[in-house]
């Protein structure tokens, strides 16, 4: 892709067409863009004194500024370092009828390090490969474009930038190592750009030899593939084959389980008390963990989730109770408000429902079409996969009540004046698709209990039972990946 660029090879199309031209061509495709339900990222890496701010000057001059954005990612910052790998880059994602353009990626920390081991490559290159097909698939447009010169050529442009008084500071270290090791670099970026050339989303590779010659073939690679996006973006994408479930996860639990209150009373504040310690012993060992609680409607979440919590440093977590999607979070990816919420190391995140959003109150209630509700069993296991894989431990608890039950709660909510604000005519709406709730949580339970991230159904019907299962679970499981962290830790 790199090694075998033939500089000499130049494109003559574009040379009699005004910068300035295109650019109007390309703002047009934009206003289109802007009212459509679409979105864009241009991600412009290359090597350092390539030419990326020049490029990205020009890509922009002509567009309407309200409806596009640029971000500037430099090497890892400090109080990046302790977030999973692509949250910061997650957080800048354009929302529908914009246009996002990285200045630099989450490609070039990977790029900049000739001595990145294979593995920690592979696991990032996994990371990137999700993040863009999960775009693609959510109708963005993933354009990356690398800027390429010449060895003799950069040496040029870091002489005239260190002879200039007011450009001197732009040369970098990583200019003077990407010179000396130039065809070390040249083989690096290639590997890496020959396996992440996706079909989806796949690498343009630009000659900035000519910068002006450079830019016109951006406006124009930009502008063709956003102008066959929006001509092909009313097909109806088809739906994921799932098979059908061989059995059904929550027909094999036992709703009678109880305890007895002398039983929950002796037993609750030991079990507090420990999960506590257990908390602080994370923080210590900066382990971040996610915990995820979902299930009916009058399950009881929010009786576990403070009855774990109660003796716990309330500094050390944070609950993301997870709404309707407000309008600006609507623009964006699912996934996308949940990542701004992930924990730093040794903090811990609790969610009151979650993603599992997208697959069950979005499946039943028509909010998402189904080719993407159906995508996002796949989308979730990755994710979570990913997020394990950067050192975080994940609890999911799915907690089920069977439906008279909840009938039964309703109606203690109804008649209790301290409660009944909780009821609402949509719980009523909700319990007359009870059984359409239960066959999506059960194909949830199905496609995402995976090794990283296995369920933990949670029988309901009885409140104490519930809550004291929840705590020993958490104590359990906690204690296992404490010990697991600490095996990793040792063998390094």
Known sequence: MLTDFDFDKKDTTLSGTKRSELGNGLAALQRKLVNSDSSMLIIVDGWESSGKGYILKELTRELDPRYFEVS????????????????????????????AFFDRSFYSELMNDLKVKDERLEHH????????????AD???????????????????????????????LITKDDEKQLKKYTKYLNHFD???????FEESPWHVISTEDLKAASREAISIVSSTLKTHLEQAEKEPGVPIRPGLKEKPLDHINLKAAITEEEYEAQLEKLQEEAGELVYEMWLKKIPCILVFEGTDAAGKGGAISRLTRLIDPRSYDVATTAAPTE?????????????????????????RSWYGR????RVEGFTPEHRWAAAYEEINEMEHNLVDDGLLILKFLIVIDKEEQKRRFKDRENDPEKNHKLTDEDWRNHEKFEQYEEAMNEMVARTDTKDAPWIIVEG???????????KEFISRARAFIASHEGKQQKK
């Open 328 to 352: 600006n979070e609507s623009r964006y990816n699912y996934l996308w408000r949940f990542y701004q919420t992930f924990p730093i190391k040794g903090k811990m995140t609790i969610y009151d």
């Open 191 to 197: 590997k890496i750009m020959e396996a992440t050339n």
């Open 72 to 99: 500037v990612f430099d090497d890892a910052m400090d109080d990046n370092a302790d977030h999973p790998f692509l949250w910061r880059f997650a957080r800048d994602l354009p929302g529908k009828g914009r246009i």
């Open 139 to 169: 109708n963005t447009i993933v354009l990356k474009l690398f800027l390429h010169h010449s060895e003799k050529t950069m040496e040029k442009r870091i002489e005239k930038l260190k002879e200039d008084p007011y450009r001197k500071f």
């Open 461 to 471: 019907n009885q409140k104490e039972y519930a809550r004291i299962k929840v705590l």
């Open 359 to 362: 697959v069950l109150v979005e």
């Open 125 to 136: 290159l996994g990371y990137i490969s999700f993040l863009e097909r999960m775009l693609v």
